[in-house]
């Protein structure tokens, strides 16, 4: 069954990093855009970074600006978040969304915890 399968999630200390990874399952991810996004408890879905196929294009939220970073391996077929300066505020449950032209995949969710 074609779909997207995150992992990397758990607790991080305040301050700490993580490193999220989305996988394609059934298919390549090499003509997606992938995106990343994350919702928290009694919040609606915020979209944080998102990677052009090329891997040229990227656009990070102002909330995760200079402390997340996104990257894709097509060789690999994922596409990781790197999460640092981590914050409390940065819990949530975090998916990656795979784009490309009528084709829309969205993983299961990863929960991202970050406490002391």
């Known amino acids: 069954q074609l779909g997207l399968v995150e992992s990397g999630g758990g607790l991080g200390l305040p301050g700490g990093s993580l490193r ?5 399952s059934g298919f390549t991810l090499k003509n997606y855009a992938i995106g990343w996004f994350r919702q928290a408890p009694g919040k609606e879905r915020e979209a944080l970074s998102c ?4 891997g040229g294009d990227i656009w990070y939220a102002d909330s995760v600006k200079g402390r997340f970073t996104i990257s894709r391996d097509n060789a690999k077929n994922t596409v990781d978040l790197q999460m640092n300066s981590l914050k409390p505020e940065d819990t949530a449950v975090y998916y990656c969304n795979a784009v490309y032209i009528l084709r829309n995949y969205w993983g299961q969710g990863t929960q991202v915890t970050v406490s002391s």
Do not use: E, M, V
């Open 20 to 24: 999220l990874s989305c996988a394609g």
């Open 51 to 54: 990677i052009s196929s090329s």
